[in-house]
């Protein structure tokens, strides 16, 4: 079962920053994408970014685009989502999922997470 837990959510004003990690449980991220996925209240879920297997493509959503940086370190087994400029509208519970290959347009695999609650207000 592909696991991941989410952490580093928290409560941060306009313009803040923030970094979560997606630390695998039980397998190694090696080779699989990753994908970053966050929904706020009253909306789907949506993919924010996704990075493969290797790290050699990242996508963005445009929404988080030049602000987000996402990343991996597969020697600790961990893939992070750097949060720069965060705008209230960021405001949601963040998760991220493994894909079913080493790309990016691979389709999730596995079971979503608890999540982390990313809180941007002043």
């Known amino acids: 079962q592909l696991q991941l837990v989410e952490s580093g959510g928290g409560l941060v004003q306009p313009g803040g920053s923030l970094r979560l990690s997606c630390a695998a449980s039980g397998f190694t991220l090696d080779y699989y994408a990753i994908g970053w996925f966050r929904q706020a209240p009253g909306k789907e879920r949506e993919e924010v970014s996704c990075?493969?297997?290797?790290?050699?493509?990242?996508n963005y959503a445009d929404s988080v685009k030049g602000r987000f940086t996402i990343s991996r370190d597969n020697a600790k087994n961990t893939v992070y989502l750097q949060m720069n400029s965060l705008k209230p509208e960021d405001t949601a519970i963040y998760y991220c999922?493994?894909?079913?290959?080493?790309?990016?347009?691979?389709?999730?695999?596995?079971?979503w997470g608890q999540g982390t609650r990313v809180t941007v207000s002043s």
């Open positions: 999922a493994a894909k079913g290959g080493p790309y990016c347009s691979n389709y999730v695999q596995g079971s």
């Open positions: 990075i493969s297997s290797r790290g050699s493509t990242t």
